[in-house]
């Protein structure tokens, strides 16, 4: 079944003229010649004549509304709906038009409320489908089916408008008539006869059911129109779906209205633009774009670009040149252009080769950092032997604060290099590294292209700062971009994506900073030579201090030597009652602090010299913020001094064993990681092997002899205070079993002795890290003597003789 609209989409206007003749029949009203319609028989009465019965045949139909006083044309070709027609035909040609709900699984699932309808014509055609007029005449409601087969029957009852003559209705009808009257004028596929017509309707509730009738509504809305019985309320229905599309059709109005505007300039531009041309080409003047052209070219000239990229700009340039500036390619093209001839192809800055003087710049910067300098000094050195080298890529490792960028830097004013710096912390996007194709609208090329471009030189120092905290997503991995940069039998020929041609980066010295070395990617990391930096020690920090850091902070806060002076002592106290860090930066914070509160002190008067010695720590800075582990002052059995790493320095750490009644279980408690626990382990089976297989032997008489099967009758519990903390590593292993082994026998152990160290089942002591800070960290908590692996005598050589403990 179908619309007559969609076959017949020329005869709208015919169609409205039907439907005024239609509700001029209904209403015996003249027609345009005069006379009146006088009804043939009964049954051709109009719908304020005839008697609708109690009974009729239903005609259900999805998606389609008949309103009353309105002909619809209608294509049927399903039997049912004929048989349905051709007997009412026969009939009072009077039948019932429901809506099909869209979700309809029976027959009988319509909509509550429809329309009785008189079949005003029917016509039979050659595929013996029906084309029928239905004229709408009151609306009904089903009250009951009374037949299903072979079509529907139901008991109806006919619905009356609810009209209340008011103000209020009188406003509603002149503003709907109003706004139909302007859709009309803006909607091409409305004919003006639509609005004759709606004038002409002196019913309320006819011209909204005529107006919604005409307008392409969504089936939902026309539907609930039609149930709609109060006018009122259906006239302000249907004008919020008025004003709606009236809206569309303003906007769409000023779409249409700016394109055609956008046009007409676009066509003007370029009628003006070729009437310059000609006047300029009388006058034998340069337009812009042409001088623009050959301004590239002349670049292009003076880049002296390598053979593949010149290629390639002359292929840009030439391509350009044939475009118009208004095309949106113009841009693009000028813009990669630029980025080609701006690069550094062909200049590059005079390397200080000056061993002597690069170390004496090196060694102003900085203190300590010996492994650093040692390195930078002997590539000066196969420099002056072999100027074409490739420079070496570094990885400096370490802690925060321990002035790995700072170094860079350092590294880039010894050698004359100029200096960029990456930040590749939190970088996920490869092309961040490689950069976008220019396909992409507002492409770019990546740092590296980007740094070379600003230093203005092909063979800067490049700093890749914290290389160990790049990611990896759906864009790709920019650690693997990085493959190729840190290759030196790869980046003499590094593409950037934008760029599309090859670059040389093999004269680039490239460093990069990380604080652990375990997150980066072992191809990565094979690429570079990893130097590690460690904390600094407390003696450290001082000569840092009072060489750099407060120079540097009297300075910045405006200060001078004769107004500030920090003593030796109250340094000391700095950097180990407020500050916990292996590098200095919180250091150089808490002197900036200090120099701040002198600054204001000076400026409300104070005249004479601030020396700020411990006691006045407090005042400046607040009580004191961290509390170093010192060594017991008695010694309890089941107590030893182990030596922890951590990544603000070494501490002490006091490992408690005890034993109670139980069933052999070994309790572990303090947070501990799964390594330190498996140490605990490792060390509670040594002590039983060791235990077992010295069972005949007899104990000194001041050691309480342990039985074999000790464990049977006892729980071990091993604790390691400050539970707060996480703690993991195997350094704990062998306190760990002579904590245990003091527990058990009743013998303390020493209390002035510190130890670290891997214990193996077999009781072997391995080798482990951090031995400089652990050192140190006894030294600071007052031990007299050491414990440590054999293996780890050569890490000694680091330490300063006057921070060993002495026994």
Known sequence: MAFWKSYCPNKRSEIIKGFSGAINRIRGKKTKKGARVSPRSKEEQPSGEFRIPDELPILPQKGIVIYPSLVVPLGIDEETAIKLIDEATSGDKIIGFFASKMDAKEVTDLYSIGTAVLIARMFKLPDNSIRVFLQGMKRIRIKDFTQTEPYLKAKIEVIEDEVTQTTELEALVRNLKGVFQKIIEMEPNLPNDLSIAALNITSSGSLADFITANLNLKFEDRQDLLETINVTERIKKLTSLLNHELEVLELGSKIQSQTKDELTKVQRDFFLREQLKSIQKELGETDERTMEINELREKINKAKLPSEANKEAERELDRLSKMQPGAAE????????????????????????????????????????????????????????????????????????????????????????????????????????????????????????????????????????????????????????????????????????????????????????????????????????????????????????????????????????????????????????????????????????????????????????????????????????????????????????????????????????????????????????????ESARAAFTYVRSLLASRSGETPPKYITPIPKDFYKEADIHIHVPSGAIPKDGPSAGIAMAVALTSALSGWPANRETGMTGEITLRGKVLPVGGIKDKVLAAHRAGLKKIILPKENDKDMEEIPEDRLPMG
């Open 330 to 677: 113009y841009t693009v093209s000028r813009t990669y252009l630029e980025w080609l001839v701006g690069l550094p192809w062909a200049t590059s800055t005079e390397d200080n080769l000056d061993i002597s003087q690069a170390s004496c710049v090196l060694n102003e910067d900085h203190y300590d950092l010996d492994k650093v300098k040692e390195r930078i000094l002997d590539y000066l050195a196969v420099r002056k032997l072999k100027p074409d080298t490739k420079g070496p890529i570094l990885c400096f490792v370490g802690p925060p604060g321990t002035g790995k960028t700072s170094v860079g830097q350092s590294i880039a004013r010894a050698l004359g290099k100029k200096f960029v710096r990456i930040s590749l912390g939190g970088v996920r996007d490869e092309a961040d590294i490689r950069g976008h194709r220019r396909t992409y609208i507002g492409a770019l090329p990546g740092r590296i292209i980007q740094g070379l471009k600003r230093s203005g030189s092909n063979n800067p120092l490049f700093m890749l700062d914290e290389v160990d905290k790049m990611g990896a997503d759906f864009r790709g991995d920019p650690s693997a971009a990085l493959l190729e940069v840190l290759d030196p039998e790869q980046n003499f020929s590094f593409t950037d994506h934008y760029l599309d041609v090859p670059f040389d980066l093999s004269k680039v010295m490239f460093i990069t900073t990380a604080n652990i070395v375990d997150p980066i990617p072992p191809a990565l990391r094979d690429r570079m030579e990893i130097i590690e930096l460690s904390g600094y020690t407390e003696h450290e920090k001082t000569h840092i201090a009072r060489n750099f850091l407060i120079p540097r902070q009297i300075k910045e806060n405006g200060l001078t030597t004769e107004q500030l002076e920090i003593e030796d002592e109250a340094l000391m106290d700095i950097i180990r009652k407020y500050t916990r860090e292996a590098g200095v930066r919180n250091l150089e914070r808490e002197i900036g602090t200090i120099a701040r509160k002198v600054a204001r002190y000076i400026v409300e008067g104070r005249k004479d010299k601030t020396t700020i010695m411990p006691k006045d720590l407090s005042i400046y800075l607040g009580p004191q913020k961290f509390f170093y582990e010192l060594a017991e002052k008695t010694s309890e059995p089941g107590v030893a001094n182990g030596l922890a790493w951590t990544p603000s320095g070494g501490n002490i750490i006091f490992i408690e064993a005890s034993s109670v009644s139980g069933k052999g279980n070994l309790i572990l408690t303090g947070h501990l990681g799964d390594v330190m626990q």
